[in-house]
């Protein structure tokens, strides 16, 4: 199957007060050289210009089509609207304050082809909160299994693309832990294929203000996300340790 023949792609973009960062996000989406695909951006209730923008890009491209939540449902059921309404075989998610590079899909889709994939996701490059580069490159394996990723989460949300059928069979819900990793985690445990294609193609922004941004909070998240997969007590304290380890390498490298 070659590109031509792949069929339209989800992306599904949670949007909360993203006045500041969302029009970068959406013009990522614009710029990619595979075209057939719809972006979906659920609008959870923002109090900012949000809407307004985000409608502007839709009166101008049919592909970009704005959902608006009646009450604030938070990122993980507010992307569930957006699922409930994709039509693509294949679901991307992108955060609004992160973006892509334009040959970001198009390169997706050729490992696809070669590997058969279930999941293929990307390298990340990262951005400040400004917009500014951190000049730092998180490179990926060829691929992951459901024991390296419980070590550290390498696949970045807003860098995948995931099977729609996985996808809805997998969600998880729980703002109170990292759901993304949850949702790759339970799909590479019922043996499902993880590939990547290790180029920077996702730029993901770092803010203090996010979920991940805070270490300790998201260190938190972490730990329940293991318990949500319920993994036991002794194996948790484990997989943490290389979670803390792997981070402080990380972070090291983004300071």
């Known amino acids: 199957m070659g590109e031509e023949n792949f069929g339209l792609i989800s992306i599904i ?41 985000v409608k502007s890009y839709a009166e101008k491209d049919s592909r970009v089509k704005l959902i608006s939540n009646p009450e604030n449902l938070g990122v993980s059921l507010t992307r569930l609207e957006g699922l409930k309404r994709a039509r693509g075989e294949w679901i991307a998610i992108l955060d609004s304050d992160d973006a892509w590079m334009p040959e970001k899909l198009e390169k997706q889709i050729a490992l696809q082809n070669k590997s058969e994939a279930d999941i293929v996701f990307t390298a990340v490059t990262y951005i400040d909160s400004d917009g500014k580069s951190l000049n730092w490159v998180l490179r990926v394996p060829k691929s992951v299994d459901y024991k390296k990723l419980l070590k550290q989460n390498i696949i970045t949300n807003s860098s995948a693309i995931t099977k729609k059928d996985l996808f809805e069979q997998h969600y998880a819900i729980g703002d109170e ?8 985690l339970k799909i590479l445990r019922d043996g499902y294929k993880a590939y990547a294609v290790n180029e920077p193609l996702t730029i993901y922004r770092v803010s203090t203000d996010s979920k991940s941004g805070n270490k300790l909070k998201s260190a938190v998240m972490n730990w329940k996300t293991y318990r949500y997969m319920k ?25």
Not at 236 to 254: D, P, V
């Open 13 to 53: 973009m949670a949007a909360y007060n993203a006045e500041k960062t969302i029009g970068y996000a959406v013009e990522s989406v614009l710029a990619q050289t595979y075209k057939d695909y719809e972006l979906l951006v659920v609008n959870d209730c923002s109090a900012d210009n949000t809407e307004a923008i």
């Open 177 to 184: 832990m990292h759901e993304d990793f949850a949702l790759w």
């Open 231 to 255: 993994i036991n007590l002794f194996l948790s304290a484990y997989y943490m340790f290389w979670y803390t380890i792997n981070g402080i390498l990380k972070y090291r490298n983004l300071k």
